[in-house]
């Protein structure tokens, strides 16, 4: 079975880059057909996809983020990193990392989610 497991600070200051990294356990990011990617949800709000890395390193981002985020990879650890720059505290929420099926289109294995707030 795939797990997924998000880290990363809970904290992050305005105006600052925030970082998490997730861990994938019982699969490899590397295996084809599968978007590794991230959404969140802030509070009181519904999910939001931000990003996701492909099977072959490809990205992809959510336009309204584009200028801040950065989605990378590393194969060895079986990790993959989100970096969203110049946060302010519309960026607070859940972050999820999950796997999405190129052919099926759905998100089959989710981590339990990370809250990052952020604020002075």
């Known amino acids: 079975q795939v797990r997924l497991q998000e880290s990363g600070p809970g904290l992050v200051k305005p105006s600052q880059t925030l970082s998490l990294t997730c861990t994938v356990s019982?699969?490899?990011?590397?295996?084809?057909?599968?978007?590794w990617s991230w959404i969140r949800q802030p509070p009181g709000k519904g999910l939001e996809w931000v990003g996701a890395?492909?099977?072959?390193?490809?990205?992809d981002y959510n336009p309204s983020l584009k200028s801040r985020i950065y989605i990378s990879r590393d194969t060895s650890k079986n990790q993959f990193t989100l970096q969203l720059s110049s946060v302010t505290p519309e960026d607070t929420a859940v972050y999820y990392c999950?796997?999405?099926?190129?052919?099926?289109?759905?998100?089959?294995?989710w981590g339990q989610g990370t809250q990052v707030t952020v604020s002075s």
């Open positions: 999950a796997r999405r099926g190129v052919v099926a289109q759905i998100y089959d294995y």
């Open positions: 890395i492909a099977d072959s390193g490809s990205t």
């Open positions: 019982g699969g490899s990011i590397s295996t084809n057909n599968y978007y």
